[in-house]
């Protein structure tokens, strides 16, 4: 297969790809480097994580996700798809919709005039490998996995084949997408783009084009009252409130600082400089529409940490699942970066390709990295699984102290909650095991079952182990002994969410 799609002249291939603009999409090269980044997924994809296991395992409690946290009733058909395939089929329609993503993206640029074929290409692809979404191998954010494509799936019909039956389904669509939330606000891209195709930059004609479209613009207020009326929350999970804008007002106001200053660079700039100081415009305010509703929501503010070093921990550190709120990131970090390319060096085509292709490969780097986390973590969980099966177990307990002195190797430094606990009860001994057991981690009982986890120190460390012995060397022992479970063996160590990939292969610790 070349790696630009051309089909002989005059075959239906040709025509199709030229129609659906989608020519010169670069199949090879993405096939290659999102394999690399994301094939890891396939190695785990029976894995459970965080809440996934009282999500799809515990009878009702998906009734419950959408009746008290608000998401929408149609997210139901996730536990459906578990009961029937199982955690698997999740990871391979996770793969396959994320490519699906890029390849909608590289449609949808073919509208963007500020763009040459090379550009979209390059934009595509960065779209694709940037590692800023690794929480998607969890089951519990596949609702936003299924958003994700529906919405650019939308923006790419509507701005492709502008007839009333597509804007129809594409308002349809749209509307599905919304059960992730934070795509409200990203909707405005969509339907900016939507008005330039359509009237230019005439801004005059603005009131008109919203009274003909108006079934577009209120489109997130049909869903927000929807949702209000038919499947309001009970916990006030996404709610926003007057503290949460004061508390925004600091990044908003710096953020349009930011936005103005451009908005005057790309008027007083150059002409030859104009194209990539809007792509760079463009770039951050998608961006910006990316990462406010996180920022409403306070997900950033709670790690009281400024925004930029909570910013960078969330994208490369160690973050728990808190990737999930940069999943919006990569079509801005996209377009910036092919901005910058171009001012940097305008005038070599082989300096931009060799930019673009460091940038994509240092992607690969740290997607690699991250899938190797997961590995190592969905082994350790294995080992734990299997240490538990093969003692059997011992009703008389009530109690299990997990006691794991590898927590460091968690990965992104997830932290084991009591439910993550539960969820390899359950896959050990079955739910109703599940259910019985209380969940300890410190050695305060001592008549207890003790679950003592121990392992490599680093992840270089597991992976020397997992080349020479095929086994990464983690030790699980099972002890219902009283009192076997000892203070002393509980580590008081703390991971460091701001270490970057590259140390945990070095030996840092915390």
Not at 132 to 138: P, S, W, Y
Request: hydrophobic share 50%.
């Amino acid at each position: 297969m070349s790696d630009i799609a051309v089909a002989e002249s005059g075959t239906r291939l040709q025509n199709f790809l030229d129609r659906a603009g989608l020519r010169g999409f670069p199949w090879k090269t993405a096939t290659i480097l999102y394999t690399i980044s994301w094939g890891w997924l396939f190695i785990v994809r029976d894995s459970m994580w965080a809440h996934d296991w009282d999500t799809f395992a515990i009878p009702d409690f998906a009734e419950f996700a959408v009746d008290d946290y608000g998401f929408a009733p149609w997210t139901l058909f996730e536990v459906d798809l578990f009961n029937v395939y199982g955690p698997s089929i999740f990871r391979y329609v996770t793969f396959l919709l994320f490519f699906g993503s890029s390849v909608c993206l590289f449609g949808i640029s073919k509208s963007l005039m500020l763009l040459d074929a090379t550009d979209r290409r390059y934009l595509t692809l960065l779209f694709l490998i940037l590692p800023l979404h690794t929480a998607r191998v969890a089951l519990m954010v596949f609702k936003y996995t299924t958003a994700y494509f529906l919405f650019f799936a939308a923006w790419y019909l509507i701005v492709s084949f502008r007839r009333p039956a597509i804007e129809y389904l594409c308002v349809v669509i749209f509307f599905l997408s919304f059960q992730m939330h934070s795509l409200m606000f990203f909707y405005l891209l969509p339907v900016v783009h939507l008005f330039f195709l359509e009237n230019g930059a005439n801004w005059r004609l603005v009131l008109a084009w919203s009274r003909r479209n108006f079934y577009l613009l209120l489109l997130p207020v049909v869903y927000t009252l929807s949702r209000t009326v038919l499947w309001p929350e009970n916990l006030q999970y996404h709610s926003l409130g007057f503290q949460n804008l004061r508390d925004s007002l600091g990044f908003i106001v710096g953020s349009g600082g930011i936005l103005v200053i451009f908005v005057v660079l790309v008027n007083v700039a150059k002409r030859k400089y104009r194209k990539h100081l809007n792509l760079i415009l463009i770039g951050l305010s998608c961006l910006f529409l990316g990462i406010l509703p996180y920022v409403l929501y306070r997900y950033f503010a709670k790690t009281q940490l400024p925004f930029l070093s909570s910013y960078l921990t969330t994208a490369i550190g160690r973050s728990n699942w808190n990737s999930r709120h940069l999943i919006l990131q990569p079509l801005g970090f996209g377009l910036v970066f092919v901005g910058l390319i171009g001012l940097l060096v305008r005038n070599s085509q082989l300096a931009k390709k060799l930019f673009v292709w460091t940038l994509l490969s240092a992607c690969v780097v740290f997607n690699v990295g991250f899938g190797f986390e997961h590995i190592t973590d969905h082994l350790k969980q294995e080992k734990i699984i299997e240490s538990l099966e093969n003692y059997g177990d011992n009703r008389s307990k009530s109690q299990i102290e997990f006691i794991d002195q590898t927590s460091l190797l968690n990965a992104r430094g997830q932290k084991m909650y009591s439910n993550s606990w539960s969820g390899l009860i359950w896959r050990s001994y079955g739910i109703d095991s599940a259910y019985r057991m209380k969940i300890g981690v410190t050695c305060e009982s001592d008549d207890a079952r003790l679950v003592l986890i121990k392992g490599p120190e680093t992840h270089w460390e597991a992976l020397k182990n997992w080349v020479s012995d095929g086994d990464m060397g983690f030790e699980v022992t099972v002890d219902d002994t009283p009192g076997a479970c000892k203070p002393e063996m509980v580590t008081s160590e703390k991971v460091s969410g701001a270490i970057p990939i590259l140390f945990y292969f070095t030996g840092a610790k915390g």
